[in-house]
């Protein structure tokens, strides 16, 4: 940021001037932070507001944003109408296998495909990210009745790499085309073969970039819905669909809805932050600078 | 196809048939007695002849699978059958459905259908297997069942085309005019019969200085076309006619379309054009709309003081008449059997025991719905049960002697809604209901024309 690149010596005084305008700066930079960041902000901060009022204030008008008999019954009613633990349980099983899957089979694809700069390859890869999961739904659906695996996990492990696979690939890809080759280059000439420069190499300094592709592929697999609906059964389905459960015709439920996508939010969100310090880590002291 | 086409019409007749029997009463009722009906009431009904089975249930989200999944025990216990419930919003239940009937070994062995949009597909799928044989056979048909005692409207919404019945009817959906008791008498306006008073009292009660609005209904394209159809029946017109034409550009249906176009344009929220019935809802129950015309079953939030702030003063009237006919707009949904399915006898158990009196009753009692059963309006402990002003109880009756279909039977009726819907949306903001009509109805012909041929 310009803001911290002008500090002055130590003992220097600062003329008033510049003292206005970087204050100026200032303002302006958070300014534009606020309205950068106010779509998401705001979106979720009336969620948190929804969750916490009864619906007749839900859907009052004018809207009330401030709770003015603020309760927790939409959560104990989402709790108690929901099998949340069960749903819990499946979603993290589902998303935590789809996505090691992914990472297993999609580092070194994206490695052998930045090396072999495989481009036709890659954008194969990226059909079947573009392709409406819809259209897979009909053969999946024949295939796993036909192989005994509808309405289980496998099912949903199985149909996320869908998802995850092509992500995490293309992220990869990315990172390996930015690696030096010198890097690698040092690796052979040091009697190692191509699997140990990758192994040894590019795979530490590629890992801000497996930490990018993994949450996007935990994401994508969490929130996940329609193929839990028609894949998964009652036993086997998944956190997304206990949001949508909330929702009947007839029936307008505003405050619940909010209250569980608060729930199914919150482990992403958690997750994000925790992760988020090691992407930083991670490219401030790999090898990624050269 | 020429067999396809006389299928149709023999269908129509049908429904025509059964609606006009609707006409004339509830309690009229449509006897279809069997000789074996004497016989089945002595004989001693097996229950447990699947015992040690087990079944898929697929339903879509709604007070009325709640009451099924809360009173499965009762059938496990009495049949010795497991029954495995999965409910899943509606939107997505019928996709589901779609997928696995295409794939020809569907995962449930029951489902729900929701007749007014997928009794045609369904019909010309054969994805349900034809329950007559069951329901003549007094071994698999308990002697208390009474077929007889479904309404004439809920018969003819069962029974395809060619004859089948492929569905046990479950619920139906009446439309009618929900009225804010409190607006009107501050006014001193009276209840209104017919459309021309619709439009002349929401033109009175109409006061957006002081927050309300004279009528709320709903906007959203595709949502919007049962409204308009509806009001057809005022005209005593269908959109689609026994021969499968068009009858939408037809005078009638201009003058049900400008009679929208009055109420929404002038007389309803800013952006009506975006209302679904959530929003429909949302903005009655606040107490902002003096008149909203939609489904029966919003009566149970309606009255919950947590959801609305209208409870105790709304008002159920009847769909209001046109110059021709008063009629009732009416949808509806069954239980089904999966043609697919191994397991019909323990399947067709399960439908009989959830349409049976005493659940069809419960529906009434709890206003989860509109039972098809007449015997549940006069169910003595229904009704002192009843969580729903009387006079809710009192328009559904009403409505069902004056029920029709409000929507064609048609296997193309989400493109039918979708097309018209646009229109219907463009008058709202102004469009000619004439020049509108007239181009959806020219955009839609060639879709129906090839339904109706393949």
């Keep these: 940021m310009g803001v911290a690149s002008t500090a002055l010596p130590r003992g220097q005084t600062v003329p008033l001037a510049l003292r206005w305008r970087r204050l100026g700066r200032r303002l302006g930079f958070l300014c534009g932070l606020a309205v950068l960041l106010s779509p998401a902000l705001f979106v979720f901060l009336w969620m948190l507001s929804l969750s916490l ?25 989402v709790f108690a109408t929901s099998p949340f633990a069960l749903y819990g349980r499946n979603s993290f099983v589902v998303a935590t296998a789809a996505t090691l899957l992914s990472l297993l089979v999609g580092v070194p694809a994206g490695y052998g495909i930045a090396k072999a700069k495989a481009h036709g390859l890659a ?77 040894d190499v590019a795979l530490p300094l590629a890992r801000p970039g497996m930490v990018v592709a993994a949450i996007l592929a935990f994401i994508f697999s969490w929130n996940n819905f329609v193929f839990a609906v028609v894949l998964a059964g ?22 619940k809805l909010a209250a569980a996508a608060l729930v199914v939010t919150l482990p992403v969100l958690l997750l994000t932050v925790l992760v988020q310090r090691q992407i930083v880590a991670g490219m401030t002291t790999g090898g990624m600078k050269g | 196809m020429i067999g396809t086409r006389e299928r149709r019409h023999s269908r129509r007749q049908m429904i025509k048939a059964g609606t006009g029997a609707a006409a004339m009463g509830l309690g009229g009722g449509l006897v279809r007695a069997t000789p074996a009906a004497a016989h089945r009431a002595q004989a001693d009904f097996d229950w447990r002849r699947y015992e040690g089975e087990s079944i898929n249930v697929l339903l879509a989200l709604s007070p009325r699978s709640d009451l099924l999944v809360e009173y499965q025990p009762e059938f496990e216990e009495l ?24 794939s020809g070994n569907p995962s449930f062995d029951v489902t729900a259908v929701s007749w007014h949009v997928q009794k045609g597909l369904f019909g010309r799928g054969g994805f349900l297997l034809d329950l007559r044989e069951f329901l003549d056979d007094p071994a698999m048909t308990a002697p ?140 009655f129950g606040q107490g902002t709309a003096a008149m909203w015309f939609d489904g029966i079953g919003f009566a149970t939030p309606l009255e919950d003081p947590a959801q609305s702030r209208v409870v105790g003063k709304v008002g159920y009237g009847l769909q209001p008449a046109g110059p021709e006919a008063r009629h009732s707009g009416t949808f509806g949904d069954g239980l089904g059997v999966s043609a697919g399915s191994d397991k019909h006898g323990p399947a067709y158990f399960y439908s009989q025991w959830a349409t049976n009196k005493q659940n069809q009753a419960r529906v009434l009692a709890s206003g989860a719905g509109a039972p098809a059963r007449t015997s549940a309006y006069t169910d003595p402990e229904a009704l002192a049960n009843l969580t729903v002003p009387q006079g809710w109880v009192d328009a ?41 009509l007239a181009r959806a109805t020219e955009e839609f012909r060639p879709i129906l024309d090839q339904s109706l041929a393949s």
Excluded at chain 2, 79 to 102: A, H, L, N, W
Excluded at chain 2, 405 to 428: H, K, W, Y
Aim: hydrophobic letters at 45%; proline letters at 7%; a negative charge.
């Design chain 2, 144 to 283: 208390d069942y009474d077929l007889a005692d479904f309404s004439p409207a809920a018969m003819a919404f069962a029974t395809q085309a060619d004859g089948r019945m492929d569905t046990l009817p479950y619920n139906i959906d009446y439309w009618i005019l929900y009225w804010n008791q409190e607006i009107f008498d501050q006014k001193g306006v009276a209840f209104p019969e017919t459309l021309e008073e619709t439009v002349a009292a929401a033109e009175a009660l109409h006061d957006p200085a002081n927050g309300v609005y004279g009528f709320v209904a709903r906007g959203l394209k595709n949502a919007n076309v049962p409204v308009w159809t509806s009001f057809m029946q005022g005209w005593e017109a269908v959109p689609i006619d026994d021969q499968g034409q068009l009858q939408t550009t037809t005078e009638a249906a201009v003058a049900a379309a400008t009679v929208y176009q009055e109420l929404l344009a002038s007389y309803a929220p800013p952006g009506v054009s975006g209302f679904n019935w959530n929003e429909c809802q949302t903005t």
């Design chain 2, 79 to 102: 049949t010795g059958i497991t029954v495995t419930s999965d409910v899943v919003p509606e939107q997505q239940q019928r996709q589901k459905q779609i997928i696995e009937f295409t």
């Design chain 1, 234 to 255: 009652p036993d086997t389905r998944t956190l997304p669909v206990a949001v949508f459960n909330v929702l009947t015709f007839e029936q307008l439920a505003w405050g």
């Design chain 1, 123 to 199: 954008f194969v890869v990226l059909v079947s990210r573009m392709t409406p999961g819809l259209s897979y739904l009909i053969p999946w659906f024949m295939l796993f009745r036909a192989l005994g695996l509808h309405n289980t996990l496998w099912a949903l492990i199985i149909t996320h790499l869908v998802i995850g696979l092509p992500i995490t690939i293309w992220v990869m890809m990315g990172f390996f085309e930015d690696l030096h080759p010198e890097l690698e280059e040092a690796a052979l000439v040091d009697g190692g073969g191509i699997w140990a420069a990758f192994r």
């Design chain 2, 396 to 436: 559904l009756i009403a409505s069902g002697e004056i029920g029709l279909p409000s929507l064609p039977q048609i296997v193309p009726v989400t493109e039918f809604r979708d097309i018209f819907g646009i229109a219907l949306t463009n008058m709202i903001t102004g469009a000619d209901p004439e020049q509108e």
């Design chain 1, 53 to 77: 009022k009864p619906d007749v204030e839900n859907t009052a008008f004018p809207p009330v944003f401030i709770p003015t008999s603020p309760t927790l019954d939409n959560f104990r009613e």
